[in-house]
């Protein structure tokens, strides 16, 4: 989909933007150093394609391809 | 009667067996797609896709480009 | 060598301050059997933390703030540890609330060398309630992160191995992603979305070096 060099496909994005969408407008996402941002501010890096933008995108395709490959609902089945 | 479009049977198998496996609040509440500004859950495209519709097709080519199927 | 721990806590924009708090909560529970040099807030410092570590050769270190793949900072992002004094955290174990810092320096720290290095691979990431955001402890949407988090250090101060404190924390974050697959949106409309931060945490952490190693 994408690496670090290259933009974020538009649909991608729109998709990312989507699911940042859901949650709640007092819920703020701190990311290591990066720093603590609302939806609204993490859909704007988002849209700007940027450092920030590209961590968050990461984040939410790793979880969709742990959906995707059973990985996540296989971890939730460990140890009864 | 619609013609079907670019997918195949193999990717309708795909997107039903990884249905299959999600969890019922992550198909209930998870959106997986977005087609002409509007986001679907998992829930919303496995309808679309089961019941053949020319939406459903859309859904299944696009979550293939993005390579979530 | 008396049981030392050596705790950073820098505290100067939302993340710090809830890693300090968090990071308080387990340490007060467990200040009578262990002798804790706390570095909080502005003493988080490099001059500080490495005069200590050459007179008192704390055994565990406990390292909470922001990071990258090779440096782990301290008051105001000031660099506390990188690859310049790497040598000072060989033979140690550590446990760093820092993100990616598990990817060189956790690596560089354990190479020869008999200590551990509990961290991250990817940036250790949380959401917060905002409404709580002053009162950290009291915020039940961060503490679905950090209680997890805060178990590595319990059980190492318990004399667990770090596997067995990463394996205690990963228990954690299970039971955690399953209580918030369970919930009813109306009720916790963010859920899916702690969720996938909760999964990052949960692929992230790594334990290289000795994992038998053992705080005693």
Redesign the interface.
Known sequence: ?TNENEKT?E??K??VI???????S???????????F?KNQLINHVIADDKIGN?VVK??M???K???T?K??E??N??G | MEKRESVSEDDISNLKKIFANLPEKIRNEDIIIVIDKKPYTWNAVFLEVNNSTSLGIRMLKKLKELKII | MDKLILVTRPRYDDGTEYLSAYAGEVLKKTEKDFLVKDFEGKDAIKENVEKYLKRKNPKLLFLNGHGNEEKIYGNKDEIIFSLENVDLIRDKIIYARACLSANILGREAVRKSSGCFIGYIFPFSFWIDDKRSTTPLKDKIARMFLNPSNEIISELLKGHSAKEADEKSREMMISNMRRLLSMEQKNEPGATGMLQILWGNYEGQVVLGDENALFN
Not at chain 1, 18 to 24: D, E, K, N, S
Not at chain 1, 26 to 36: C, D, H, P
């Open positions: 989909m496909s649909d991608v729109e998709l989507q699911r940042l969408g859901v949650m709640p007092n819920y703020k996402l701190s990311i290591g150093s990066k720093g603590t609302t961590q984040m939410q790793n979880f969709i742990a959906l995707t059973g996540l609902i971890t939730l460990k140890n």
